[in-house]
């Protein structure tokens, strides 16, 4: 319930800097962390983004960023959509809904992605034709009726893909649009879903608040950075709704089992291995490594150097990786460590072991050159005898700790 | 950009579907109980070394049009005391770097501890050698 009300400032921060992304946040948050039903998850998720988005409008309306002459005839279409959209979902079974939904948040993620070109062009006016407003309008409205999203993730790229708007007033624009028809949608909700209001309320409240805060702070922020911020959240909330929908309709079949939830047998598993390697040396020229990129990750704070380099972002590709895979095969976080819990009890003292084991495994690692990755799978494959050495080296330092600790314990 | 992203995501999930961030595999390891991240990594080094003599034997280009970037890493003195500090983090953790990443992703939040002190000792003793080197001559 905290985490729930503390997780909806980021529903308002979204839609105050970014102009949408309150619903896609929404929806997840009210049913898989609040445990709402779809149906009325949606219809809250349609009140708390409305009135958020009137809130953050009105600051944005003062900087005179909103485009009143797009804006308007834009959301009045939206408005008739998303009303249609709204009284035709209640014949659509819930899992249609979620997984329509994960398919529109992942190709809006990439078209954002891949629309840096067409954005530059900043200054050119928005002159799209009254019908093509008014078509667009409709459709956006309609999509978002239907799956519960407020529409600013669809709003924005149409903006300023189709129309050439520069980023910050689309953004603008779009809170315009969201939230006249975010309060269609609500009323085509309203004569058949039930409402968790104790919950909607403070929600609605505490989003509101962040939004306004966002939309202040919004000048300061970089329109690129905008973009791509609201790219990959976007990406990473498709991730998780898909991964659950996938779950929850193939987890019974045995082929799933064999692919996402039980350990792959050893040579599968070195089979990947050699084919992830492989893949990125072919298509981005790159030695596969980690270590190496943790230093720098360590230095992106203040070296454009490091902020550049491929590494940090291949380190954060392998956190997805893992979660990915922790998502289809079922995997709740957790504190535990397998049979550490047993060697060492109590958080604290294993907490502190792990990062002092850490602190071994980066700094050697930057002496030696290398890590698992780097030295003991690349460098031996290509036959370097410093990476043979380095592998020795660790495995036998390996065996010793292990064989130490077994000592020190009594034998576990 | 957004290639490399996905790489380390295929990474990070091959990692984990393999039992590589699993700590007892690492620990069944090195007390030879479960030899299966051994089978594991020698699979990968036999399938890349086989693919590295052919493709250095037929020149192969890599997608950007240049030759493929493979250069074997250089041994220094300071490789040794490295090498044993590693292996003792690795043990001790269960865990390497790219696996510490993946755990982290897994939701296995104990990895923050790890990834932590990596982060930490990794920058602090990149800095040290980069001022070492700058005090001394170029050459190993």
Known sequence: ?412 | MAKIVGFGALFGFVLSRAGATDYDAIRGMFLLRDLHLAGVMATAIALLAVSFALLRRRATRALNGQGLALASKPMTPRLVLGGLLFGAGWALSGTCPGTALAQLGEGRLAALATLAGILVSATTVEAWQSRAKQASPPGH
């Open chain 1, 1 to 412: 319930m905290i985490l729930g009300l503390s997780l909806s400032v980021f529903i308002g921060l979204a839609l105050g800097l970014l102009g949408g992304g309150g619903s896609i946040l929404a929806v997840p948050l009210l049913t898989y962390v609040l445990g709402v039903p779809t149906k009325a998850a949606i219809a809250s998720s349609l009140l708390i983004v409305g009135v958020t988005s009137l809130a953050a409008l009105v600051t944005h309306a003062r900087n005179g960023l909103v485009v009143w002459g797009t804006g308007l005839p834009f959301g009045m279409a939206a408005m008739l959509g998303a009303y249609g959209g709204g009284t035709v979902t209640q014949f659509v079974p819930d899992s249609v809904l979620l997984l329509l939904f994960g398919a529109m948040m992942v190709s809006t993620a990439v078209a954002m992605l891949r629309g840096k070109a067409v954005s530059r062009t900043s200054d050119a006016p928005y002159d799209a034709p009254l019908s093509n407003i008014v078509l667009h309008g409709l459709g956006v409205g309609a999509l978002a009726g239907l799956v519960g999203a407020g529409g600013g993730f669809l709003i924005v790229p149409a903006l300023v893909l189709l129309g050439g708007m520069p980023m910050r007033k689309a953004v603008a624009t779009s809170l315009l649009v969201i939230s006249m028809q975010s309060f269609a949608g609500f009323v085509g909700h309203l004569g058949h879903t039930a409402f968790p209001w104790l919950l909607v309320l403070p929600m609605t409240i505490l989003a509101t608040l962040a939004s306004v805060l966002a939309g202040l702070v919004a000048k300061k922020v970089r329109p690129e950075s905008l973009r791509r911020g609201f790219a990959w959240l976007v990406m990473l909330v498709a991730l998780f709704v898909v991964a659950h929908q996938a779950r929850s309709a193939f987890g019974h079949a045995s082929l799933y089992a064999i692919v996402f939830e039980q350990r792959w047998p050893w040579w599968i598993g070195g089979l990947a291995v050699a084919a992830v390697a492989l893949g990125l040396l072919f298509v981005e020229n790159k030695q596969l490594g980690v270590s190496a990129g943790c230093g720098e990750l360590g230095r992106l704070p203040h070296s454009p150097e490091a902020r550049s380099s491929w590494r940090p972002r291949f380190l954060g590709g392998i956190v997805l990786g893992g979660m990915v895979a922790a998502l289809l095969g079922g995997h709740a976080p957790t504190l535990a460590m397998g049979s550490l819990d047993q060697l060492v009890h109590g958080t604290a003292p294993k907490l502190a072991l792990l990062f002092g084991a850490g602190l071994l495994i980066g700094g050697g690692a930057r002496l030696a050159g290398g890590c698992t990755s780097g030295h003991s799978i690349i460098g031996t494959a290509l036959g370097a005898r410093a990476s043979w050495l380095a592998t020795g080296l660790f495995m036998v330092a390996g065996f010793a700790t292990t064989r130490l600790v077994l000592f020190l314990h009594g034998g576990v």
